[in-house]
Nanobody, 123 residues
Framework: QVQLVESGGGLVQVGGSLRLSCAAS????????MGWFRQAPGKEREDVAGIRRGDGSTYYADSVKGRFTISRDNAKDTVYLQMNSLKPEDAAVYYC????????????????WGQGTQVTVSS
C-alpha cells in the first residue's frame, strides 16, 4: 500500500499561482503513474493531470492545459502540480493519487489516494 500526503493548498487571488506537492511513502516502488484530481462542491471529481514516473510522460485535462504543470522527483517520491493563472473555477479540493497500472496516466486505475488539499481562488 502507498500513503500519499498533499500539501501546498491555500487561498490565492485570480491570476495567481500555487504549487501543490504530494509525498508518497510505503510501497512506492510499485507506483507507475501518479495523478492529480479535483472536486468542487456539488460537482463530480475530475482528473487534472497525470505523470508516468518512468519516462515522465504527462497528461492534462483541457481545462488546465497551458496553465498547470505536473512534475515528479522520483528520488523524493514526490509529485508536484504547479498551477498558474488560476481561475475561480479552479477552486476545489485537490487530490493526489497513485497507480500501479503501467498504461498511460490518463487511463490507468488509481489505487491509492491522499486526503486532499483545499485550493480557494478569490476574485
Amino acid at each position: 500500500q502507498v500513503q500519499l500526503v498533499e500539501s501546498g493548498g491555500g487561498l490565492v487571488q485570480v491570476g495567481g499561482s500555487l504549487r501543490l506537492s504530494c509525498a508518497a511513502s510505503g510501497r512506492t516502488f510499485s507506483i507507475y503513474n501518479m495523478g492529480w484530481f479535483r472536486q468542487a462542491p456539488g460537482k463530480e471529481r475530475e482528473d487534472v493531470a497525470g505523470i508516468r514516473r518512468g519516462d515522465g510522460s504527462t497528461y492534462y485535462a483541457d481545462s488546465v492545459k497551458g496553465r498547470f504543470t505536473i512534475s515528479r522527483d522520483n528520488a523524493k517520491d514526490t509529485v508536484y502540480l504547479q498551477m498558474n493563472s488560476l481561475k475561480p473555477e479552479d477552486a476545489a479540493v485537490y487530490y493526489c493519487a497513485a497507480s500501479t497500472g503501467t498504461g498511460t496516466p490518463r487511463y490507468v486505475a488509481y489505487n491509492d489516494w491522499g486526503q486532499g488539499t483545499q485550493v480557494t481562488v478569490s476574485s
